[in-house]
């Protein structure tokens, strides 16, 4: 055989594996891309750790049928608030147990029906209350900073605002006139990071996105949009 041919056989070769290459890169692109794609199809699954302890609310002499739980994560994930129409738990992540119990505080009456951790520093907690008012806690110092008043009835939610520097809050006797595409109670809103749009779920599964200062409707996100069997229910 001649040099030359050797050559273009090897040439042929090489040229042949780039083109495997080329096309497992591709499809390795494509599979990235759908394990990244966000999805609420999936129903979720109630993780149990390793030690077989679990996070649990202390609900001694509270009527599980009229309590209000709420939760909240810190900004970093390392701190855990919540209640169930008993005292606030705080969990923290620990070294040798993922999540342990670092203290009880605040316990009823009233009862907290909203919890939100100021997202710059998770010491401080806003704490919505059965009674309408709401603490602005350190837990750290264990010291009530302020309390706000302002509703007529139990509170509904909180959220923090970082770049406007504001607490926007909701109480049960908070009304949202029904629209055409909006027709059912707000069920939970939430400011975007950068404080420009407020995202709002609502009880019939639907999600609507407003501007934050006109709160106008900019989008509306259906359920059959990340959930058939929600949509079909």
Known sequence: MKLSNVFKNRRKEEEEKEDVNLDEDEDMDENEEDQEEATASVFPLQWQPASGLAMTNDVTGVNLEEAVPCMALSEYDSSII???GGAISLFEEGVENPWELEKTFM???PASTFLAFHPQDDEIIAIGREDSTIRIYNH???EVESELKG????????AFSVNLNILVSSGANAQWVPQDVLPAPISFAAYSCDSQLVYTSFCDGNIGVFDADSLTLTHRIAPSAYSPTLSSG
């Open 140 to 142: 750290r110092e264990d």
């Open 151 to 158: 509703h007529e009835k139990r509170i509904t939610g909180l």
């Open 82 to 84: 919540s209640a169930c």
């Open 107 to 109: 316990p009823p009456p």
